[in-house]
């Protein structure tokens, strides 16, 4: 809240004194699928799969809701802003505004490893705001999104073809 309105002012000021038109884009939990160990590791949803190929569990948080959107989407939505003609607002929340469940993820990963995975509930609780995507739908267009499961089979798939690389951080050899 605070440091949102901070750099909202700091953006505002700077436009103002330079003549310039700025925009803040504010992501909601990008993800990709990874390539290696350290990529997996620094994002929500390749973290939950990397503990399943490890720990053949999933923790997540009962009650926990989170908004995913798919780094290719994210680009698109950046791209589509960038290049507007015009804009209302100096800040837009990029967002799927779709709420996941972390329990229904968990179950997504499980089936996609196959079944062979437990699902632990995490004592912690995580409060999720899901930013809102509505005022740059009014300005830019609707915007289509990637099946979460599609891919987090995706990220299973790649993980379960280079078990090696997610599990040791090693780099894969070239072939």
């Known amino acids: 809240g605070m440091a949102l309105a901070q750099a909202e002012e700091m953006c505002d000021s700077y436009r103002k004194s330079r003549n310039l038109d700025i925009m803040i884009l504010r992501l909601d939990h990008v993800y990709s699928v990874p390539s290696d160990r350290n990529e997996a590791q620094s994002e929500f949803v ?3 799969c990397l503990e399943a190929l490890e720990k053949e569990s999933v923790t997540f948080t009962d009650g926990g809701i989170i908004s995913l959107l798919y780094e290719t989407d994210a680009v698109e939505l950046i791209y589509r802003a960038a ?3 015009s804009h209302s607002s100096p800040i837009y929340n990029i967002s799927s505004s779709r709420e996941v469940e972390e ?3 968990a179950e997504m990963i499980q089936e996609a490893m196959g079944g062979m995975v437990v ?3 995490s004592q912690t609780r995580r ?3 899901i930013l809102s995507n509505t005022l740059y739908e009014s300005e830019f267009g609707d915007a289509r999104f990637c099946d979460v499961n599609d891919i987090i089979k995706k990220i299973v798939d790649r993980m379960k ?3 090696y690389v997610f599990l040791t951080g090693e780099k894969e050899e070239e072939k």
């Open 103 to 105: 329990k229904k993820l």
């Open 83 to 85: 290049k507007s003609e």
């Open 127 to 129: 409060v999720r705001r």
């Open 119 to 121: 699902l632990n509930v």
């Open 46 to 48: 390749s973290n939950l």
């Open 161 to 163: 073809r280079s078990p």
